[in-house]
């Protein structure tokens, strides 16, 4: 019996995961963030993104993660402040000034013609289906900060104490 | 990449390639560098909660955010719009005008280019027609994504034709390539350093803090499309046989 059990909870761990994991796109709505707008660079095993488009080059995992498919580690919880404070110490890929990313710019890699999550997960693989932090204060409540939701690209704001993902951003030659 | 774009189209231009030409290189050859607005966020938040009126990081929160770099700083000058902003009134025939200071009440102006990105947006009117504040639409109209795709879902309204073939017809400031706007273009026009209304309503006269329609569909339920709420500036998915407001854009170029 406890064999059974076992083998269903088995079975609902691997399904529901292989779910969870499942990223749906539609063909009816254009693709504007195929592979071939990005660029992924290794440098000296740190993964940077730049985004042909907006000119903006981004960490290829979100905090914590590392490695070619953002595998390895453990991704990272943070509050507003500590996103901030992270960006600030940053030095990757050679780079010391990384940042966290307005809000405009955090929706620009939200790729709306997929979700769970939205984004293109060739480019940004293991990207969790989660809120990620903007750097930008929202204007009607000042205990809150712009956020996007990107298990499906909407957006709104969180408290600045509460826990979210972040992906750092840099503008190249600034 | 962006400097070596400028570069090569100077040469174009003075070795007397057509316009046409130019652009078709340029579209081909090099990537293009598309320009994003700033948010129009000119002062910190504290942490927990608090913010200042002015870009001084406080003790609480020191390290840079938001209103610390971009244009908001680089380009910080409000005699063309808002902090980073820089937008040109524009009358009906497309011609800007020659006070850009004027006010609404004193002389209207019928759209606004937007210098940052290039697009041309409409501006709501009070006197009746197309144009009103207060139209509403359904979604789903022409130059909606996915119109007429084999593949597309849900139901598309065609509520706003009247408002795009009308804009047209009307060749609204020179122009006929009048469409709803993408998701991105449409938050990129938000003024996120206020709200009620989220916008520079110093060049968006009569925009009411409600939802406009983007031309995006809801991947994530075919029932819904895109919107922006310009009270706050945020996105969000509505049913698409909600009525709410458009505001018609048009690309440079196209």
């Given at each position: 019996?406890k064999?059974?059990?076992?083998?269903?909870?088995?079975y609902f761990?691997?399904?529901?995961q292989?779910?969870l994991?499942?990223?749906?796109?539609?063909?009816?709505i254009?693709?504007e963030w195929?592979?071939?707008r990005y660029?992924?660079?290794?440098?000296?095993?740190?993964h940077v993104?730049t985004?042909?488009?907006?000119?903006?080059?981004?960490?290829?995992?979100?905090?914590?993660?590392?490695?070619?498919?953002?595998?390895?580690?453990?991704?990272?919880s943070?509050?507003?402040?500590?996103?901030l404070?992270i960006?600030?110490?940053?030095?990757?890929a050679?780079?010391?000034?990384?940042r966290?990313?307005?809000?405009?710019?955090?929706?620009t890699?939200?790729a709306?013609n997929c979700?769970s999550?939205?984004?293109?997960?060739?480019?940004?693989?293991?990207t969790?289906?989660?809120?990620?932090w903007a750097?930008s204060?929202i204007?009607?409540?000042?205990?809150?900060?712009?956020?996007?939701?990107?298990?499906?690209?909407y957006?709104?704001?969180?408290?600045?104490?509460?826990?979210?993902?972040?992906?750092?951003v840099r503008?190249?030659?600034? | 990449?962006?400097?070596?774009t400028?570069t090569?189209?100077?040469?174009l231009v003075?070795?007397?390639?057509?316009?046409a030409?130019?652009?078709?290189?340029?579209?081909?050859?090099?990537?293009?560098?598309?320009?994003?607005n700033?948010t129009?966020?000119?002062?910190?938040?504290?942490?927990p909660?608090?913010d200042?009126?002015e870009?001084?990081?406080?003790a609480?929160n020191?390290?840079?955010?938001?209103?610390?770099?971009?244009?908001?700083?680089?380009?910080?000058?409000?005699?063309?719009?808002?902090?980073?902003f820089?937008?040109?009134?524009?009358?009906?025939?497309?011609?800007?005008l020659v006070?850009?200071?004027v006010?609404?009440?004193?002389?209207t102006?019928?759209c606004?280019?937007?210098n940052?990105?290039?697009?041309v947006w409409e501006?709501k009117?009070?006197?009746a027609?197309i144009?009103?504040?207060?139209?509403?639409?359904?979604?789903?109209?022409?130059?909606?994504?996915?119109?007429?795709h084999?593949d597309a879902?849900?139901?598309?309204?065609?509520d706003?034709?009247?408002?795009?073939?009308g804009?047209?017809?009307?060749t609204?400031?020179?122009?006929?390539?009048?469409?709803v706007p993408?998701?991105?273009e449409?938050?990129g026009l938000?003024?996120?350093?206020t709200?009620?209304?989220a916008?520079?309503?110093?060049?968006?006269?009569?925009?009411?803090?409600?939802?406009?329609w983007s031309?995006?569909?809801f991947?994530?339920?075919?029932?819904?499309?895109?919107?922006?709420?310009?009270?706050?500036g945020?996105?969000?998915?509505?049913?698409r046989?909600?009525?709410?407001?458009?505001?018609?854009v048009?690309?440079?170029?196209?």
């Amino acid at each position: 019996m406890k064999k059974i059990i076992n083998l269903a909870l088995i079975y609902f761990l691997l399904f529901s995961q292989i779910v969870l994991a499942q990223q749906t796109c539609k063909t009816y709505i254009t693709d504007e963030w195929p592979d071939s707008r990005y660029t992924v660079t290794d440098i000296s095993g740190d993964h940077v993104v730049t985004d042909k488009q907006t000119g903006l080059m981004w960490k290829q995992c979100s905090e914590g993660l590392s490695g070619s498919d953002c595998s390895v580690g453990t991704l990272a919880s943070l509050t507003w402040k500590e996103a901030l404070d992270i960006a600030d110490a940053e030095d990757f890929a050679g780079f010391a000034d990384w940042r966290v990313p307005n809000q405009k710019e955090l929706r620009t890699i939200v790729a709306r013609n997929c979700y769970s999550p939205s984004i293109n997960t060739n480019v940004f693989p293991n990207t969790p289906n989660d809120w990620f932090w903007a750097s930008s204060p929202i204007a009607t409540n000042d205990s809150n900060a712009w956020i996007v939701y990107f298990g499906s690209g909407y957006d709104g704001s969180s408290g600045r104490g509460g826990d979210g993902r972040v992906r750092l951003v840099r503008s190249p030659g600034q | 990449m962006q400097s070596k774009t400028m570069t090569m189209i100077a040469i174009l231009v003075l070795a007397n390639f057509s316009y046409a030409q130019t652009d078709l290189i340029f579209k081909t050859s090099f990537e293009f560098v598309s320009k994003l607005n700033d948010t129009g966020i000119t002062w910190s938040g504290e942490y927990p909660s608090g913010d200042l009126t002015e870009c001084t990081n406080p003790a609480s929160n020191p390290s840079p955010q938001d209103c610390n770099t971009g244009r908001d700083v680089t380009h910080n000058d409000g005699s063309d719009g808002h902090a980073g902003f820089s937008f040109t009134k524009l009358d009906a025939n497309g011609v800007p005008l020659v006070d850009q200071s004027v006010d609404y009440g004193t002389q209207t102006w019928a759209c606004v280019r937007d210098n940052v990105t290039g697009l041309v947006w409409e501006v709501k009117t009070t006197t009746a027609g197309i144009h009103h504040q207060d139209n509403t639409y359904r979604w789903g109209g022409i130059t909606a994504i996915g119109l007429g795709h084999p593949d597309a879902e849900g139901t598309y309204y065609d509520d706003w034709d009247v408002l795009v073939n009308g804009s047209n017809s009307e060749t609204l400031c020179g122009f006929d390539n009048w469409r709803v706007p993408t998701i991105d273009e449409l938050t990129g026009l938000a003024n996120y350093g206020t709200f009620n209304p989220a916008i520079d309503t110093d060049y968006f006269p009569n925009t009411v803090s409600s939802g406009f329609w983007s031309s995006l569909p809801f991947a994530g339920n075919d029932y819904a499309a895109s919107i922006v709420h310009f009270g706050g500036g945020n996105g969000y998915n509505d049913p698409r046989g909600i009525s709410s407001r458009v505001r018609l854009v048009r690309s440079p170029g196209q």
